[in-house]
C-alpha cells in the first residue's frame, strides 16, 4: 500500500509537466508575431505590384531573409501550439488525441521547413 499525498500523485503527470512551458512558449512567440506580423505586412505593401525581379532584390537585402525564417519559424510554431491545445480539449479518444497531435507538428514542420528553403532559395539565387 502506498503512502503518497495528492501532489505527489500528480507530479510530472498531465498539466504539471509541461502545461507552463507549452504556455510561456505559446506567449512568447506571440509577443514575436506582433512586430514581425507588421513588419511583413508593411513590407507585402510596398511590394504591391512589384515584378519577380524587384521581389528577389528586396528578399537579398541585409535581414529580410533573417526576419522572414524568424516570422516563418514563429508562425508554424505558434499556430502548432494552439492547435495543440484544441485537440488537447476536444478531443477524447487517447489514440485519435495522439496522432492529430503528431500529424500537426509533422504538418507544422513539413511546411516551415519548405516555406524557409524558399525564403533561402531566393536569398541565395539556387
Given at each position: 500500500m502506498q503512502h503518497r499525498s495528492?501532489?505527489?500523485k500528480v507530479r510530472h503527470l498531465g498539466s504539471t509537466h509541461s502545461g507552463a512551458e507549452h504556455w510561456w512558449s505559446e506567449r512568447l512567440t506571440a509577443i514575436a508575431l506582433v512586430p514581425l506580423s507588421l513588419w511583413f505586412v508593411y513590407s507585402a505593401i510596398g511590394l504591391t505590384?512589384?515584378?519577380l525581379a524587384e521581389?528577389?532584390?528586396w528578399i537579398g537585402l541585409y535581414g529580410n531573409p533573417v526576419l522572414l525564417i524568424l516570422f516563418?519559424?514563429?508562425m508554424f510554431h505558434h499556430g502548432h501550439l494552439g492547435v495543440q491545445v484544441v485537440i488537447e480539449d476536444y478531443?477524447?479518444?487517447e489514440q485519435v488525441k495522439f496522432l492529430a497531435i503528431i500529424s500537426t507538428k509533422f504538418v507544422a514542420v513539413l511546411f516551415g521547413t519548405a516555406s524557409a528553403f524558399a525564403v533561402l532559395q531566393l536569398t541565395f539565387r539556387i
Open positions: 495528492a501532489l505527489d505590384g512589384a515584378d521581389f528577389k532584390a516563418i519559424f514563429c478531443v477524447h479518444n
